[in-house]
């Protein structure tokens, strides 16, 4: 069974970085889109991007886009978050997720999405 650990959240200021971390068990990771979805106090889960199986597509929310960068290392089963700029609206709590079905599209809902992370903190203070 797969699992998905999140790790490498926390707080930093306005206009500051994090590289979050979603390490996963199991076999087949590399046949697999991955994405990062976010969810703040009181709002719903909002998808934030997601990496096709290779690493060589990916598609962001217009709200990340040219601040946030997925990557994937397929050799260690690992898949990155890069944020710059970040601002107090990126305040949430951070989910690393992996579709149902392997080679999936990038711009899938997240019901095509059946693995879930525990969740890491990200908090942005002004």
């Known amino acids: 069974q797969v699992q998905l650990v999140e790790s490498g959240g926390g707080l930093v200021q306005v206009g500051g970085s994090l590289r979050l971390s979603c390490a996963a068990s199991g076999d087949s990771f590399s046949r697999y889109t991955m994405a990062w979805f976010r969810q703040a106090p009181g709002k719903e889960r909002q998808f934030v991007g997601a990496?096709?199986?290779?690493?060589?597509?990916?598609y962001y929310s217009t709200a990340v886009e040219g601040r946030f960068t997925i990557s994937r290392d397929n050799a260690i089963k690992t898949m990155y978050l890069q944020m710059n700029s970040l601002n107090v609206e990126d305040t949430a709590v951070y989910y690393c997720?992996?579709?149902?079905?392997?080679?999936?599209?990038?711009?899938?809902?997240?019901?095509?999405?059946?693995?879930w992370g525990q969740g890491t903190q990200v908090t942005v203070s002004s």
């Open positions: 990496l096709n199986w290779s690493g060589t597509s990916a």
């Open positions: 997720a992996r579709q149902r079905n392997p080679f999936g599209g990038t711009r899938l809902g997240p019901h095509e999405y059946n693995t």
